[in-house]
């Protein structure tokens, strides 16, 4: 049946014609303060991505229901969908510092400056007030020295993560890295991994891309 939603004008409610049949890939409820809302995940034939239906909610009189019929070749469309977008991404994001990445340090003063270096991880910074490591800590990025040349090579450095400059290049050999990335992430995670309208890796970037 798909996405049906029934017209609540007549007596009994009437059945609308349904929609997305056979491409209805997963559903969800998403909570919100007051009300619930439930989406359907589907796949768009005509644009060819994949997108998501509110078909029910608590906010007003029921819409409808829906029923996850995807074909598999539906379900191969919308993982080479996700594939491309989480690929997009990881090239679009290749000059934003994150951990295995090699980085050079931009701040003017202290022992980080033209630090260069691999982002071993992120974690929050103990210059932070009580209030703001608690509430809102300030993350900051620890970097291997590998300068040779450096008096700090071999040690770990803390620097803010907006004063890092990722020195790789996005060549064809990382695009190939990010390719498989990408590939390997949606074929290892599930619909709503890939698509919750609140958590999911690919959706939001979904709707940016297109």
């Not at 007596?11 to 359907?40: C, F, H, I, K, R």
């Not at 000059?95 to 295995?100: D, F, L």
């Not at 929050?124 to 700090?152: G, L, Q």
């Amino acid at each position: 049946m798909s996405v049906q939603f029934f017209n609540y004008s007549t007596t009994p409610p009437t059945p609308e014609e349904p929609l997305y049949v056979g491409a209805v890939l997963d559903t969800y409820e998403m909570n919100g303060y007051d009300d619930s809302d439930w989406y359907a995940i589907v796949w768009d034939a005509d644009k060819k991505i994949v997108t998501t239906v509110r078909y029910d909610t608590t906010a007003f009189a029921a819409m409808g229901r829906a029923n996850v019929d995807a074909t598999d070749d539906v379900k191969r469309e919308a993982k080479a969908y996700a594939t491309k977008i989480i690929f997009e991404n990881l090239k679009s994001d290749h000059k934003v510092p994150a951990p295995g990445k090699r980085v050079r340090s931009l701040t003017k003063r202290g022992k980080a400056v033209g630090a260069v270096g691999t982002v071993l991880r992120f974690e929050n910074s103990k210059f932070d007030s009580a209030w703001a490591a608690r509430y809102s800590p300030t993350k900051v990025a620890v970097i291997k020295v590998t300068d040779e040349k450096s008096v700090h090579c071999g040690r770990n450095l803390y620097v803010a993560p907006d004063k890092l400059e990722v020195t790789d290049d996005l060549d064809d050999a990382r695009e190939f890295e990010y390719l498989a990335d990408a590939t390997q992430y949606a074929h290892t995670h599930d619909f709503r991994d890939l698509f919750h309208g609140r958590w999911g890796k690919v959706y939001r970037a979904a709707e940016l891309y297109r």
